[in-house]
C-alpha cells in the first residue's frame, strides 16, 4: 500500500485484528516503509490522546471493545441462575460489556467475586448479555469477608477481626472508614496486596452496629459468612401477591386425619403425616401412612424472582435468636406453611406398608389438605404415652394411637435395615427477651422425633425411586462411604480403648452399629460415637446417584422440606413433570443444569452448617464468661499439635487446651492415630479421655474458649514449662552461633 491509512481505516484493522495489533503488524499490514513509520506513529499516538485507542505494551486495542482473552469479575446472575461477568478493568466510554458465562464441567465451580481469564467472543443476546466467556482458569477467588470490631485513630482506625480464623488486624484509611465509629460492628473487604511489613489494608463495605446489642451474635456469623437476609423489593412484591390455592383439579385430601408434628418454636410446618389400618384383606395387619408435603412448586415458579432468590440462598439458616429464611414470610410462614384448620396446596404420599413394616407400594397426588392439629413433640409423645391434653385429645385416636401403630412397624424395618445409629445429644439455647443466654440443655429425644425421621426418609426413598423409575433427572442426596485413611484412623482411635473394627470386609453400617453398641453406656461412649462421626465424608447434593452410606439406602432424595432446602423444591418440580400436574415443573434448561445447581446448594448448606456452628460458640462464650477461674468435667474431644481440645459435660462447649499448658515435657503429635505422647514421661492423651479443667477465658467476641489442664483420667496435671532445654540463654547462644556461621559465609569484597 502506498499511501498512509485513514484513522477509521487504522481503527477498522485494530477491532478485526486484536491479536495482531502491534506497530509492526500495523506496518505490515498497510505496506507503510522507511520514514512512513513516523507519520504512523503520530497517528497512533493522536487517536491515543482523542481515547479511541488504548496501548498495552507493544499492542493497541480499541478500549471500547473487549478483548478476546479478557480477565473478567464474575458479578450477577441471569433469571436462569446462569453466571453473569464483567471486565475487571474497563476504560472505555461506552458502557462496559456484560458476559454471559458458559460452563465447564471438568472446572471448578464458580461464585460471585472470583476473577477468571476467559475466551469471549461477542453476541448478539438479549440486553445485558454483549458476549460468550468460556474460562480458561481462575485467578483468583472472591475477596475473603473480613468482620470485625472498628477502632478509632487519628490516620482512620484498625480493624480486629471477630472470627477465630483471622488472628490478624487490618488498617483502615481515612477514605475507607465508610462513617464508621469507634468499638462499631463493621464488615469490610481486603484493599490491595498483603505488605511483607506492617498491616494489611482493608476499606469498610457495611456497618453492623454495636457488637454488644441484644442479638447480635447471628448478626456477626450472617455477615461474616455473606448470608443474604433481606430479600430484593422484587422478591417481597411477589410474595405478598400470591393468593391462596383452590381445590381445580387438585385431589381433595381435607377428610385425611392429617397432623404436624414440629419443634414448639416453629415458623414453617412443610410436612403432615396420618396413618390408618389398610383393610385390605390381602395385607393383614398392615396400614396405609400419607405424607403431605408443602407445594411451595406452584408458588416459587422457575425463573421467577422468587426462584432466583431461593437459589441464591440454597436454604435456611436457623440460628437461637432468628431465622434467616429461603423465602419470604408471606410464603414460608403462611401460605405454603401447613398451618392448623386451613386449606393448604400440597404433593401428598400414599405408601401401603405391611405387617413387618415393608413397603408394598406408593403413589403421589398433588392435592388440597387441612391439617387437624399443630402439635409439638412433646404434646404428640404425651398423648401416646397417655397423657393428652386439650390440643391432641381430639386427634387422639384418629390420628396419633394409629402413627404410633405405623412407627412400630416402620421401626422393625428399620431395625433391618442398620442405618447408623450415631448417638449425639443435641444443645438448645435458651434466650431471654433481651438476647442473653438464660440456659444451655440437650434436647430430649422422644418417639415423636423417630416418628417423623422415619416418615421422611420413606418418602424420601419414594421420590427418589419414582423418578429414577422414570428417568427424569432429579438431584440426589448422596453420601458416600468413608475413606481408606479415616477408617485406619478410627481403627488406631478405638482401639485405644479396646474396641476393634475389623479389616478385610466391606464396610457397611452394621459394622459401625456394632462397634458403637460395644461403646454404649461406657465412659468412651460419646469418644467413639465422635470418632465414627468424624470419619465419615460429607453428604452432597448430586444428578449422579452414588447412594446413601449412613441411611444405607441405595437411592435417596430430599422430598420433606422444600420451604427451607431448594434441592427439595427440584424433586417437586421433577415429580410434577412426571406426573404432568402442570406447566410449573422442572424446565429442560434448569434439568440441564443439576450439576451446577447440586454444587451451588451443597456450597450454601456448609455455608449455613458453619455460620450455625460459629454462633452457637459465641453464644456459649458469652454465657460462661462470668465463670472464668471455674472448674469444670469433661471430655477429650480432640488432640492437634498445638494442644487439646476439651468438650464441657455441662454445656457440650468446645475450649483449646494449649499444649505449653500440659506439662513439664515435649510432647509429640501422631496425625494418624490423633494422640499425644510424653516425651519422658510416656504419657498418651487421646480423644475420649475424662478431663477436669478451669476456665482460663472466655472470649464472646469470637467464640473462644481456653482452660486450664487439672486432671486427665482423674491424675493431676503439672503446667510448667516443656521440656527439651526450655529457656532463654541455650537459645541466644544458638542464634549466636547462626549469625556467626552466616558472616562466615559471606563473601568479602
Not at 441471569?78 to 472505555?92: H, R
Not at 450439576?595 to 458453619?610: H, P, W
Not at 482452660?707 to 503446667?719: R, S, T, Y
Request: charged residues 25%; aromatic residues 4%; proline residues 6%.
Amino acid at each position: 500500500m502506498n499511501k498512509m491509512p485513514s484513522k477509521d481505516q487504522l481503527l477498522e484493522f485494530i477491532r478485526e485484528n486484536p491479536g495482531a495489533a502491534t506497530k509492526r503488524d500495523i506496518a505490515k499490514a498497510f505496506g507503510i516503509k522507511g520514514a512512513a513509520r513516523i507519520e504512523l506513529k503520530a497517528m497512533l499516538r493522536a487517536l491515543g490522546d482523542e481515547g479511541h485507542l488504548e496501548k498495552k505494551r507493544r499492542s493497541f486495542a480499541d478500549p471500547d471493545v473487549l478483548a478476546p482473552v479478557a480477565v473478567l469479575v464474575i458479578d450477577g446472575q441471569t433469571s436462569d441462575g446462569e453466571l453473569l461477568a464483567s471486565p475487571a478493568v474497563w476504560t472505555g466510554k461506552a458502557a462496559a460489556p456484560r458476559a454471559l458465562v458458559l460452563p465447564n464441567p471438568s472446572a471448578p465451580a464458580l461464585a460471585r467475586g472470583d476473577r477468571v481469564l476467559a475466551k469471549t467472543e461477542a453476541v448478539d443476546a438479549p440486553a445485558p448479555i454483549t458476549h460468550h466467556a468460556r474460562p480458561i482458569r481462575r485467578i483468583a477467588q472472591a475477596a475473603a469477608r473480613i468482620v470485625g470490631v472498628f477502632r478509632q485513630a487519628d490516620h482512620g482506625g484498625r480493624i480486629l477481626p471477630v472470627g477465630k480464623g483471622q488472628g490478624d488486624e487490618y488498617q483502615v484509611a481515612v477514605g475507607d472508614r465508610n462513617g464508621a465509629r469507634d468499638g462499631e460492628l463493621v464488615e469490610a473487604e481486603p484493599a490491595g496486596p498483603k505488605n511483607r511489613m506492617g498491616l494489611r489494608k482493608a476499606r469498610i463495605v457495611a456497618r453492623i452496629g454495636d457488637p454488644s446489642a441484644p442479638k447480635a451474635v447471628s448478626l456477626i456469623a450472617i455477615h461474616e459468612h455473606g448470608i443474604p437476609d433481606t430479600f430484593p423489593d422484587e422478591v417481597i412484591e411477589a410474595a405478598a401477591a400470591a393468593e391462596p390455592v383452590e381445590l381445580g383439579k387438585r385431589t381433595d385430601l381435607r377428610h385425611l386425619p392429617l397432623i404436624t408434628i414440629d419443634p414448639a418454636d416453629a415458623r414453617d410446618r412443610d410436612d403432615a403425616v396420618a396413618a390408618m389400618a389398610d383393610d385390605n384383606p390381602a395385607n393383614p395387619g398392615g396400614h396405609i401412612l400419607w405424607v403431605a408435603i408443602a407445594d411451595v412448586a406452584h408458588y416459587v415458579r422457575p425463573g421467577s424472582p422468587l426462584d432466583r432468590e431461593a437459589l441464591k440462598r440454597g436454604n435456611s439458616c436457623y440460628f437461637p435468636d432468628r431465622v434467616v429464611p429461603m423465602l419470604p414470610d408471606a410464603l414460608s410462614g403462611d401460605l405454603c406453611s401447613l398451618h392448623g384448620d386451613v386449606d393448604r396446596p400440597c404433593i401428598a404420599l400414599r405408601i401401603v406398608l405391611n405387617a413387618q413394616g415393608a413397603r408394598l407400594g406408593h403413589e403421589f397426588k398433588r392435592g388440597l389438605m387441612r391439617s387437624h392439629a399443630a402439635l409439638s413433640y412433646e404434646q404428640a409423645q404425651a398423648a401416646a404415652d397417655g397423657y393428652a391434653d386439650a390440643a391432641t385429645a381430639p386427634v387422639l385416636e384418629s390420628a396419633i394411637k394409629p402413627l404410633w401403630a405405623a412407627y412400630k412397624a416402620l421401626q422393625a424395618e428399620r431395625d433391618r435395615r442398620q442405618p447408623l445409629h450415631l448417638d449425639l445429644p443435641e444443645r438448645k439455647i435458651v434466650l431471654d427477651e433481651a438476647g442473653q443466654v438464660t440456659s444451655v440443655a440437650f434436647r430430649d429425644r422422644f418417639d415423636a422425633h423417630k416418628l417423623i425421621e422415619e416418615c421422611m426418609v420413606l418418602a424420601n426413598v419414594c421420590a427418589a425411586e419414582t423418578l429414577e423409575t422414570a428417568r427424569q433427572p432429579l438431584l440426589y442426596r448422596v453420601h458416600e462411604e468413608p475413606a481408606v485413611d479415616k477408617l485406619e484412623a478410627l481403627r488406631e482411635v478405638v482401639g485405644e480403648v479396646g474396641l476393634t473394627l475389623a479389616k478385610g470386609q466391606v464396610l457397611q453400617t452394621r459394622h459401625l452399629n456394632r462397634l458403637l453398641d460395644a461403646a454404649a453406656g461406657g465412659e468412651f461412649a460419646e469418644m467413639v460415637n465422635m470418632s465414627v462421626l468424624r470419619s465419615m465424608t460429607q453428604a452432597y447434593y448430586a444428578p449422579q446417584n452414588f447412594g446413601h452410606f449412613g441411611l444405607n439406602l441405595r437411592r435417596y432424595a430430599h422430598f420433606t422440606s422444600p420451604i427451607r432446602r431448594y434441592a427439595d423444591l427440584i424433586v417437586h418440580r421433577a415429580l410434577i413433570t412426571v406426573h404432568e400436574w402442570g406447566r410449573d415443573g422442572l424446565p429442560l434448561d434448569q434439568a440441564e443444569r443439576l450439576a451446577d445447581i447440586g454444587t451451588a446448594v451443597s456450597a450454601t448448606e456448609r455455608r449455613a452448617m458453619v455460620a450455625e456452628r460459629d454462633t452457637t460458640d459465641r453464644y456459649l462464650a458469652a454465657y460462661l464468661a462470668e465463670r472464668v477461674g471455674t472448674e469444670m468435667d469433661g471430655m477429650v474431644s480432640g488432640v492437634a499439635r498445638f494442644g487439646l481440645f476439651v468438650r464441657l459435660d455441662e454445656t457440650g462447649a468446645d475450649g483449646l487446651v494449649p499444649i505449653s499448658a500440659i506439662g513439664h515435657e515435649y510432647f509429640q503429635y501422631d496425625a494418624d492415630a490423633q494422640t499425644l505422647k510424653g516425651e519422658k514421661s510416656g504419657r498418651l492423651i487421646a480423644a475420649g479421655m475424662r478431663a477436669r479443667v478451669r476456665l482460663a477465658e472466655a472470649v464472646p467476641i469470637t467464640g473462644g474458649l481456653a482452660f486450664d489442664l487439672l486432671e486427665l483420667q482423674g491424675k493431676p496435671i503439672v503446667a510448667g514449662p516443656r521440656g527439651r532445654g526450655a529457656g532463654g540463654p541455650k537459645r541466644k547462644l544458638v542464634r549466636a552461633k547462626i549469625k556467626r556461621d552466616k558472616a562466615k559465609r559471606k563473601p568479602r569484597k
